[in-house]
């Protein structure tokens, strides 16, 4: 049986050490999750405390071939975004807008850092952070965030091009300031 099922019947058995064991295998990755949607890092420590709670209180609803990985992650998510509901974060509706045309930028003349992307990541309204978060770190389908969020497939669309358009030019600015 490999160690991951192993801690989780263990963690069954109400054996304090698995949860501990199962929590500092996968709490840094899920931390950065819950980083990149709230964008602080306070909300982000709250969100995946609340998450792991629903992980421990709900191991037994884990079926033996589900992924423990993929079912932790998603619990994760779940919580960020009832904590951005709560929250009342708004998505532009595009039906209400003018679609926004992505401009032609010739990328390679930006020097783009990682920790410039970073921050300006972080400087994103909640609404575009969170998408540009769902879309590009998490992999999910614009269906599927759209789902999540309860907002138009086009709406979700919209959100992630406003939103790489925002980081270029927070990251444009940057570069010109050093």
């Given at each position: 049986?490999?160690?991951?099922?192993?801690?989780?019947?263990?963690?069954?058995?109400?054996?304090?050490?698995a949860?501990?064991?199962?929590y500092?295998?996968?709490?840094?990755?899920?931390?950065?999750i819950?980083?990149r949607?709230?964008?602080?890092?306070?909300?982000?420590?709250?969100?995946?405390?609340?998450?792991f709670?629903?992980?421990?209180n709900?191991?037994?609803r884990?079926?033996?071939?589900a992924?423990?990985?993929?079912?932790?992650?998603?619990?994760?998510?779940?919580?960020?975004?009832?904590?951005?509901?709560?929250?009342k974060v708004?998505?532009?509706?595009v039906?209400?807008?003018?679609?926004?045309?992505?401009p032609?930028?010739d990328?390679?003349?930006?020097?783009l850092?990682v920790?410039?992307?970073?921050?300006?990541?972080?400087?994103?309204?909640?609404g575009?952070?969170?998408v540009?978060?769902?879309?590009?770190?998490?992999?999910y389908?614009?269906?599927?965030?759209?789902?999540?969020?309860?907002i138009?497939?086009?709406?979700?669309?919209?959100?992630?091009?406003?939103?790489?358009e925002?980081?270029?030019q927070?990251?444009?600015?940057?570069?010109?300031?050093?």
């Amino acid at each position: 049986m490999p160690v991951t099922n192993q801690i989780v019947v263990r963690c069954r058995k109400g054996d304090a050490r698995a949860f501990r064991e199962l929590y500092d295998a996968y709490s840094r990755a899920m931390y950065n999750i819950c980083l990149r949607m709230t964008g602080h890092a306070p909300d982000a420590e709250d969100v995946l405390q609340e998450a792991f709670v629903q992980v421990f209180n709900n191991l037994s609803r884990l079926e033996s071939d589900a992924s423990l990985t993929a079912w932790i992650k998603r619990i994760v998510v779940n919580q960020c975004l009832s904590w951005l509901r709560k929250k009342k974060v708004r998505f532009e509706d595009v039906e209400h807008h003018d679609k926004a045309e992505s401009p032609d930028v010739d990328e390679s003349e930006h020097a783009l850092t990682v920790s410039a992307v970073k921050e300006a990541i972080g400087q994103l309204p909640d609404g575009y952070r969170t998408v540009l978060s769902l879309y590009i770190f998490e992999e999910y389908s614009h269906r599927e965030i759209a789902d999540m969020l309860g907002i138009s497939e086009s709406t979700a669309k919209t959100q992630y091009m406003r939103a790489k358009e925002k980081v270029r030019q927070l990251v444009k600015l940057k570069t010109k300031e050093v």
